[in-house]
Every structure is written in C-alpha cells, then in structure tokens.
C-alpha cells in the first residue's frame, strides 16, 4: 500500500501544475480581483437575511468594472435544507478603466435557491440550486445554476471559533437562450474563522464564459471575502462557512 503522505505530494505537484498552466494560458490577461463583503443577521434558528455588496476589477485592484449590491432572506427546512429569495442591482462597465461609462450592462435580479448540505466527519459537502430572473439593459434572461462545494477544517474537526479551513467548488451556469453551458466558476482557497461574528476567506477563482460559434474567454481573479454575522441570540447563531456569491 503507497503511504498516504506520497499521495498527497503527487496531488499538491498536480495541483500546483494545474494552477501554473491555466495562469500561464489564460486568454484574458492580467489577475483580476473579486472583492465581497458580506452581512448576515439570524433572527432565529430558522429565519435569517443577508446583505452583500461586491466590487470586481480586470486588473489587480485596478480597472474596476462591476459592483453588485444584493440581499435575501432565508428559511431553514430542515438542518440539512435551507431556501432563500434573493433580488439584487447589477452593473458592468467599460473594461479599460474605473467604472468607466457608458456601463455596458444594467441589471436587476430576482433568484429563488435551494441548499443541501451533506456532512460528514471533518468534510461538509453543500450542494446549491438557483433560479434567476434577470432584467437587464438588453432584454429579460433566465438563468439556471447549480454549485457543488466542500469546506474541510484543518486545525479543528469541525469549524468553531479559531478554526482554519480549506473551500473549494465549481459552479455551473445555464439559459435557456442561445448558449445553453455559458459559464463555469472554479473556486479554490481557504479562510480563518475568527468567531461566530466574523470570518475571512482568500482564494484563486477561474471564470470560463462561453459564447456562440465556440468562442470562448477565459480569467483568473483573486478573491477576498470578508463576512459579518449577528444573531439575535446566541442560541440562535446559523453557521454558514462556504463559498459565497
């Protein structure tokens, strides 16, 4: 039997490989940043709501094209199950500057999800279903997606206070209008759990779009999400250590 600590340097040599590569070849150039910010407050042990505001640029901390700012409110079904209605204020500018008019596109969005949450010993695997109405400058869409993530602690067996842990998740975007597969978000980094009010996560995203007649467009962004939670009560903390956006 091959020793577990050779199988774990051949993944990190794989992963480190897989991570150069598409560094290398990305199409777009430059590292781009994704920068969100996050409040939650739970009400109770079933009711909570959100507040996020997001901020991307084309360069790093520079040629800032987007922001978003959105919010929803969220129903526990069952520990494991979780849904939420969401509406939000979307805008995309020129690329070659800081939010740079003309904006390119506007938008308003309405989107319905479902959470399933698998846990097990040191690993929670969420799976994430959503439905979006968007309203945008050039026409009404629908969008489909669906996430599948994993969080693992690393110095705790379950995330507390204090505790370090490892995210990963890949997302995949669907319409039903023209390009049926029109993007794909890879997500991979980590974070720091300071308490039940306050958490830090830092990672490396690799956005696909995908266009008609098989263009396609490729970026890399470095990811810096800070979340705020307040409770009601203690009794009634909601821990939602994850992916965001």
């Not at 990190?12 to 150039?29: D, E, K, M, R, V």
């Not at 909570?48 to 929803?72: A, C, I, P």
């Not at 740079?100 to 506007?106: A, E, G, T, Y």
């Amino acid at each position: 039997m091959v020793p577990l600590h050779i199988n774990l340097k051949k993944a990190l040599i794989l992963i480190g490989a897989f991570l150069y590569s598409t560094l290398l070849f990305s199409q777009t150039p430059g590292l781009g940043t994704w920068n969100v910010l996050t409040g939650r407050f739970n009400y109770n042990s079933k009711w909570h709501g959100f507040v996020e505001l997001q901020l991307r640029s084309q360069q790093t901390y520079d040629h800032f094209n987007y922001h978003e700012v959105k919010g929803g409110i969220g129903y526990m079904i069952t520990p494991s199950l979780s849904a939420l209605v969401g509406t939000g204020r979307y805008v995309t500018y020129q690329v070659n500057d800081n939010f740079k008019l003309p904006f390119l596109v506007s938008e308003n969005r309405i989107w319905q999800q479902l959470i399933y949450n698998q846990t097990f010993p040191s690993l929670r695997i969420e799976h994430r279903l959503r439905a979006e109405q968007r309203y945008t400058s050039a026409g009404y869409r629908n969008r489909f997606r669906y996430r599948l993530s994993a969080v693992i602690p690393i110095n705790k067996k379950t995330i507390t206070n204090k505790t370090f842990f490892l995210n990963t998740s890949n997302e995949f975007h669907f319409n039903n209008e023209n390009v049926f597969y029109e993007q794909n978000r890879f997500y991979l980094g980590g974070g720091y759990n300071f308490s039940n009010k306050l958490s830090l996560q830092m990672g490396w995203i690799y956005r696909s779009d995908f266009f008609s007649q098989n263009r396609a467009q490729y970026k890399n962004f470095l990811q810096t999400s800070l979340q705020f939670t307040f409770s009601k009560s203690k009794s009634t903390a909601i821990r939602n250590i994850g992916s965001v956006d």
